[in-house]
């Protein structure tokens, strides 16, 4: 029998449909159609620019082999997709090569393209049931390399729970939101890799807003929302980087508030990022925000100095590097903005260390770090921070020092012994003989109380955030 276009494709069609769910089957191979066969090059026509790039970066390798038992080990592949011809002028098509297929003409790159995927080769699985596709996910983000602070203590167990129990909790959705640099798509990102360690079967997706905001416009414009909606209803965890970009996208709002809906409803997990608390979210719809309290908002402060030297030594050991204590320290108390910008100021000491070609000490850590960023130019004394607490817990200041047992001055006492420890460089002893001559025992009991009760009273550690905040604006 002639080989046709349509013949090649339909045998193709037939292997596909027995490896791939149905779901997707109808989304992603259903709207194909074969245009032409020319030797052993066929050309299929797709609808769409996102359609043809959703299949390279998801299905390639899928096409690939099929093709190949048909066509022979030469196959290629070549896609025509329909073009919006208003926004670019072109004539309704463009003919594209499958630019990864060349690729498969050598055995051993046979899957260079799904990455992560726990399915080494859809062949040999037999009826391989659930969805491929790349979680897009970085695997440095991990629960490991995200330093655990009262900064972010209550986030980052949140999402462990959430990784360990996803949609089977009652952080659903997860709303994890904070400052520019925080950690928010470190953290989001760990709770997605830690997923797909626990349960490997689960599908994880990681996307940006601005992504899925475009993938929208690209479907609506090819009347396709039913596929883009349907496509996202198949995840098990649905993770959005800065949903405060939803804002401005309306329709797009739309389309989440389905996929949103179906997920809660199938017990699928939704963790979500943004750079405001959901009630801050401004242009976002009602019926959104009210869906977002349904689970847990937690957020992501600026780490204090001790956390802020935890990360730089990880970091220092995960990238094999050393550099004096005190280097360590200088930097860690002099940035404390964000902790990108903790890295920044890293690696550009690093960069002069070996572009001059010297050693890492004090002397060049304060060159580096005068062009970097503002340095501290006070230090913060513990008079100081004492009178902050007293002022904005109107706490009497002697009160703070006598043997006084009323909760309020206990409470503001612990607190500015726990700010004292973090933002200056007395010993326990000193902040002791601050407090009307108390041990530094009592200074230890009292730091580990702060940290305690910011884990249990959420009031509790606002009120510390806060404190830490003007602590951290009145040293810059
Ligand atoms: N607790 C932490 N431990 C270790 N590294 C951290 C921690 N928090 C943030 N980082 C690192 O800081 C950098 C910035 O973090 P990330 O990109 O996740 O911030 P973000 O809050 O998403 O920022 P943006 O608002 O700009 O999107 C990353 O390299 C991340 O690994």
Redesign the pocket.
């Known amino acids: 029998m002639t080989k046709t276009a349509e013949s090649i494709w339909s045998n193709c069609l037939k292997i596909i449909k027995d490896i791939v769910d149905w779901q997707p089957y109808k989304t992603w191979f259903e709207p194909i159609k074969a245009v032409e066969l020319k030797g052993n090059v066929l050309l299929i026509q797709v609808p769409s620019q996102f359609f043809f790039e959703y299949l390279e970066e998801h299905y390639v390798t899928l096409l690939a082999k099929t093709l190949k038992r048909e066509l022979g080990k030469e196959a290629r592949l070549e896609y025509r997709i329909m073009v919006d011809s208003g926004s670019n002028g072109h004539n309704g098509t463009m003919d594209v090569p499958a630019g990864n297929m060349k690729m498969y003409n050598n055995n051993e790159m046979d899957f260079p393209l799904i990455i992560n995927s726990p399915v080494k080769n859809p062949f040999v699985i037999p009826g391989l049931k659930k969805m491929q596709i790349d979680p897009q996910l970085n695997a440095t ?1 991990t629960f490991d ?5 009262d900064c ?1 203590r209550v986030a980052r167990r949140a999402g462990k729970t959430v990784a360990e129990k996803p949609g089977a909790n009652s952080f659903n959705p997860l709303v994890i939101y ?10 989001a990102q760990a709770i997605g890799n830690e997923v797909k360690r626990l349960h490997p079967n689960k599908v994880v997706l990681y996307v940006s807003s601005e992504k899925f905001i475009n993938q929208f416009q690209d479907h609506s414009r090819n009347n396709a929302i039913n596929d883009f909606i349907h496509f996202y209803q198949l995840i098990d965890v649905l993770i959005i ?2 949903v405060q970009f939803f804002s401005r996208a309306e329709r797009s709002q739309d389309a989440f508030f389905a996929i949103f809906n179906h997920l809660h409803q199938s017990g699928k997990q939704l963790v979500l ?1 943004s ?1 405001k608390p959901p009630k801050d979210l401004d242009g976002m719809q009602e019926r959104l925000l009210s869906r977002f309290r349904w689970g847990l908002s937690a957020d ?1 402060q600026i ?1 204090d100095y001790e ?1 802020r030297i935890e ?1 730089l030594e ?2 220092m050991k995960n990238d094999g590097l050393d550099m004096p204590k005190e280097v360590v320290k200088y930097v860690a108390y002099n940035i404390s903005t ?3 910008e903790l ?1 920044g100021a890293l690696i550009s000491l690093l960069a002069q260390s070996s572009l001059n070609k010297r050693e890492i000490d004090l002397e060049l850590a304060k060159k580096v770090l005068r062009n970097f960023v503002k340095t501290s130019s006070k230090e913060i004394t513990i008079d100081a921070i004492q009178k902050m607490v007293c002022e904005y817990f109107d706490v009497p200041y002697d009160k703070l020092l006598q043997k006084t047992r009323k909760r309020e001055i206990v409470q503001a006492r612990q607190i500015t012994m726990y700010l004292a420890k973090a933002f200056t460089k007395n010993s326990l002893k000193t902040i002791g003989e601050h407090f009307g001559g108390r041990d530094h025992t009592t200074v230890i009991h009292s730091c580990q109380t702060v940290k305690d009760l910011m884990d249990t009273d959420s009031l509790f550690r606002e009120n510390v955030m806060e404190l830490t905040q003007k602590v951290q604006l009145a040293a810059m």
């Open positions: 983000y390399s995200f330093i655990e602070g972010n904070g400052g520019v640099g925080l950690g928010k798509t470190h953290l980087d800065d990022t750079d992501l780490p956390t990360i990880r970091k964000n902790v990108r890295e």
